[in-house]
């Protein structure tokens, strides 16, 4: 494979850097292979059918006793066994973040029928989470109060911080370009995807292993989040907690899983013969610098952040057939970032369709972004907008076509996904679909 690569750009060496006339070119980035474990399914092919039905993912929680909290449902990730994807020595070493993230990685790297051995020094990790690993924190805690301090985990150090997932999967593949995590709150995983898009472009490598992984429904985070009263308390109707921009709407959803795409620069993947599912076109990043936990009044960091990106892609706000929203299902959030949307695109903003995977999936935090960018690929493969479920009760405020209820077949060519987290940051990725 990779002298194939090095035909084709003669004289480049090992490591994509070191050939000064590549930074001259126009590198442009496109995904090749997607990995999802997500509250719908362990694998991608589950999660897109059950999204495109229009199937709930929320359930009564079941990995702790949630009898004494306000909030008992949550996304949870069903049946998945980490030894299915690595030995059990490493499991005991890893929290269930990065054992989301390792899964999804490998998948990923099998759709994309990738072998990143043989050009390991051009292949970077760049997996972000919002709160690393919550399990391991968690039951820690309760270790060093219950235990002589000589006695506790030893490996709390490398499985709590949110870099190890990043880390676990270059020693498994072999990947020793970039690596590094992102943490953003709940715009993390598109900021590693965009992030990792720029480090592609720039030359600094030919492939990413990128995307965002969670793993916080935990009894310490359900709580904290409730008495925040940002969750839903719908416990008797868990399917239909998650409503984004419903009138109704009492709060969010928590949610678990993963999500990784590989993104490879255009001319490197054609090389290999490689499937392209979209084009990365255009990223950007912007800060409310507002409010800890509220956006900006009428969405205004989002909506500077979707201006970037356009611009940067060099396409028409016209131009986009389909936005996947960040959707929380809270009010101040659908409202202001229905707000953003018509700040920008003015009256087309009545004419994109615009949906809330959450109302499905519920909030995954830190890998919110990742899973959201996979299903904006997969809707641009596929020609299927997935809908926002549980839209009952129209929000005066909350006006734009959300494709309520069922999936709507639609032959789309541009597509963004939209990212929001607490502190006020903003992601927002444009991707392309690839006339290959």
Known sequence: MRRSWVKMYPGMRSHALTERGLQQMTRRVVITGIGLVTPLGNDTASTWAALC????GIGPITRFDASRHDVRIAGEVKDFDPLTVMDRKLARRTDRFTQFAIATALEALADAKLDVAPIGDDVGVLIGSGSGGLWTLEESFHQIFERPPNRF??????????????ANISMLVGARGHNFATVSACATGAHAIGEAAEVIKRGDADVMIAGGTEAGVTSMTIAAFASMHALSTRNDDPEGASRPFDATRDGFVSGEGAGVLILEE??????????????????????DAHHITDPAPGGEGLARAIRRTLAKAKIAPEE???INAHGTSTPPNDRNETAAVHAVFGEYARHVPISSTKSMTGHLMGAAGGIELAFTALALEHGILPPTINYRTPDPECDLDYVPNEARHAPIKVALSESMGFGGHNAVVALRRVEE
């Open 53 to 56: 039905a229009g199937k709930s």
């Open 153 to 166: 985990n030893p490996f709390f150090i490398t499985m709590q911080p949110s870099d190890m997932a990043g």
């Open 320 to 322: 986009v057939d389909y």
């Open 266 to 287: 255009m001319e490197f993947a054609r090389a290999r013969g490689a499937h392209m599912y979209a084009e990365v076109i255009g990223y950007a990043a912007t800060a």
